[in-house]
């Protein structure tokens, strides 16, 4: 049994992106208190590093989609199955070209107690 009941998204991608992020932290934050403009760059630099970073392992399947995974999968030295194929609503997934393939005339079901996602279009957007 997991020593936790719910799927916290705990992934490698995930780590290994935070500890990469953690470290353009600390040299931008250096660079802050020491008035540096090249530690603060050379963080900046860092943290895009870590994003591409994540970005890339989370497209190898050491990622996460948006949602709850399987239960199987809720470790996180466990590889995404759905991740070849690519996420349905997932940012990472759309920027990659990777769009996930639905059957033709398959409608999404919707969950009970879940906005009709049509009504919610252009909803935000008025002012």
């Known amino acids: 049994m997991s020593a936790h009941q719910y799927d916290h998204g705990h992934t490698f991608a995930g780590w290994v992106g935070c500890a990469i992020g953690s470290v353009a932290a600390g040299v931008a ?60 609503e997932c940012l990472g997934c759309r920027l990659a070209g990777r769009r996930p393939v639905r059957a033709a005339g398959v409608v999404p079901v919707q969950a009970a107690g879940e906005r009709d996602a049509s009504a919610a279009v252009g909803a935000d957007s008025v002012r």
């Open 29 to 88: 934050g250096a660079g802050v208190v020491l008035v540096s403009g090249l530690l603060i760059a050379g963080g900046a630099a860092i943290g895009v590093v870590a994003l591409l970073v994540t970005w890339a392992l989370h497209l190898a399947g050491w990622g996460k989609g948006p949602g709850l995974r399987p239960r199987a999968e809720w470790g996180w030295r466990v590889r995404d199955s759905s991740a070849p194929g690519g996420h349905e």
